[in-house]
């Protein structure tokens, strides 16, 4: 009994125990519960939390992706901006390196301008005493040939004076006209056909016997045959470049020779040249004036000038004829041994129709020969101008036989209506009513048949076209040359007079 009260106690007390612990345990579980649920309750805030900064994270990620995408937007157009800078630093450049070659364009300008008033200073200073010493020849043997008593040799001598005066004069005056003209870019190109090797015979026959004078040996050369030599080109215009060369070339050689002539220059990618040179022994060019010399108004300023007597026009108005013509000029030349001058224009072959004689008429005529078949002519003088209309009775006295006169268009009309047996009117194409042209085709109108020979002052190139087309049968540059005179009336008088003859003559058997 007392062991089952003691058991009973044990197992109370256990029970107590038990209960106690359960009791600790409760309290334990509700302490845990609630520890747990506040961790819970922590958690779940640690999580909303890590949500909340989760999501802030997101959103910052987003907005720093914004961001990156803005600064990469702004570094773009910064790039963009650093280009269009560059781009107008460029431009800026260019517009200073533009600014400063201009600058020193007008720079080069002013110098120019100031040479170049020098220049025609000096020019028009050479020109006067080039205009002068002509005049001078001219008007002092004018003067001396009125004295009484001179030999018939002095009058010869000082007429021979005043002849080569007066040529001078008139180169002088040609070369102004034609300097002008290319100045104001008036110069015209009239191209034709032309046989250059008759070119180069009628240089070397019309030069020879100065040639001969002089004691120089005088050669042409001439590369193709006759019939492949005839070229499509401005004729006066290769007539003067090569005569104002062969002249150079004996104005500036004393001894030794000159030759002239032309070759065939084959070139690789284009046509043809013919190159022509001009040959002298002379006294040779510096090398430092060798393009100088191509140069308008050159001459002039050379203070220490080898320059012998010229107005310094010849080779500039050949170097803007030849470039004219498609072609190049330049010299090859050392001092005391001679110079050598080239020109090219470009080969183009025509096939041979006619011949260069007309151009060239003083060639084919014996010099003051006067054809016995030319003569007994009717003529009518048209000229205002009583000097000229003088020289032209005088140089047509020997073959005339009756000479009439009119000083007006007008006038011109009239006298050939009422003389329709004229032969021959010498028509000058500046006068106060009607100039000649106008004048050629009223006669035209009636009379067909009459010669009509232009006679102009205005010695232009172009003129004898005019002249041509108004209704001329030629054209006659003054100051008439008597030999050109005569060498024109053959030509038309040795054909026409014979039939003129015949139908005089039937018009008098019908009068008769
Ligand atoms: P100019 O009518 O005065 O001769 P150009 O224009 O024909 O003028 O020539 C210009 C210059 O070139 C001449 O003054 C001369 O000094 C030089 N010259 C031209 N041709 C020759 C030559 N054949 N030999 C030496 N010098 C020449």
């Known amino acids: 009994m007392a062991a089952q009260e003691k058991t009973n106690d044990a197992l109370i007390k256990e029970l107590q125990k038990l209960q106690q612990e359960n009791k600790s345990l409760k309290a334990l579980y509700r302490k845990t519960t609630i520890r747990h649920n506040k961790a819970e309750q922590e958690l779940i805030i640690a999580n909303k939390e890590l949500a909340f900064q989760n999501e802030e994270k997101e959103k910052r990620a987003a907005e720093l992706v914004i961001a990156n995408k803005e600064l990469a937007f702004q ?7 650093a280009a269009e800078l560059s781009i107008a630093n460029k431009e800026l450049l260019y517009q200073n390196e533009l600014k400063e070659k201009r600058a020193a364009e007008l720079v080069i300008a002013k110098e120019q301008a100031e040479q170049s008033d020098r220049l025609k200073s000096a020019f028009l200073a050479n020109m006067s005493h080039e205009i002068r ?11 001396l040939l009125k004295k009484p008593g001179l030999t018939g040799d002095q009058q010869q001598e000082y007429i021979r004076i005043i002849e080569k005066s007066g040529a001078r004069m008139l180169n002088i005056i ?20 032309s046989n250059i090797n008759e070119q180069i015979d009628f240089i070397h026959t019309f030069f020879k016997p100065e040639m001969d004078r002089k004691g120089i040996r005088f050669f042409s050369k001439k590369s193709l045959p006759l019939k492949e030599a005839c070229i499509n080109t401005d004729r006066e215009k290769i007539y003067a470049i090569l005569t104002n060369l062969v002249k150079n070339a004996i104005k500036y050689t004393d001894e030794g020779s000159i030759e002239f002539g032309y070759e065939i220059v084959e070139m690789m990618h284009a046509s043809s040249l013919l190159q022509f040179y001009v040959k002298d022994t002379g006294i040779g060019i510096p090398k430092d004036r060798q393009e100088a010399i191509f140069e308008r108004f050159i001459q002039a300023d050379i203070i220490d ?3 012998r007597q010229g107005a310094g026009l ?14 190049k000029i330049w010299v090859s030349s050392e001092e005391g041994k001679g110079s050598i001058f080239y020109f090219t224009i470009p080969y183009k072959p025509q096939p041979h129709t006619k011949s260069d004689t007309t151009t060239f008429v003083s060639d084919t005529v014996e010099k003051t020969q006067i054809d016995p078949e030319v003569s007994g002519l009717k003529v009518l003088i048209v000229e205002d101008d009583k000097i000229s209309d003088l020289v032209l009775s005088k140089m047509l006295k020997k073959l005339s036989h009756e000479v009439l006169h009119a000083e007006t268009g007008v006038e011109a009309i009239e006298t050939c209506k ?30 067909k048949e009459v010669v009509v020979i232009a006679q102009t002052a205005f010695g232009l190139s172009g003129d004898r076209e005019k002249a041509i087309e ?39 058997s019908t009068r008769l």
Do not use: W
């Open 75 to 81: 570094n773009e157009e910064k790039g963009k901006r």
């Open 133 to 143: 010493t002509p005049m001078n020849g001219i008007l002092g043997f004018s003067e």
């Open 174 to 193: 040609n070369d102004i006209v034609d300097i002008s003209k290319i100045e104001s870019g008036l110069m015209e190109v009239h191209l034709d056909e």
């Open 305 to 307: 000038k080898m320059a």
């Open 314 to 327: 010849g080779l500039s108005i050949s170097k803007a004829f030849v470039e004219l013509l498609g072609g």
């Open 418 to 447: 009422n003389n329709p047996d004229l032969d021959l009117v010498l028509m000058d194409i500046k006068m106060p009513d009607m100039n000649g042209y106008e004048a050629t085709r009223q006669i035209r109108q009636f009379n």
């Open 470 to 508: 108004a209704g001329c049968n030629d054209y006659i540059a003054k100051p008439i040359n008597k030999d050109e005179l005569l060498t024109l009336l053959q030509k038309y008088f040795k054909k026409y007079l014979k039939a003129n003859r015949q139908l005089n003559d039937r018009k008098h």
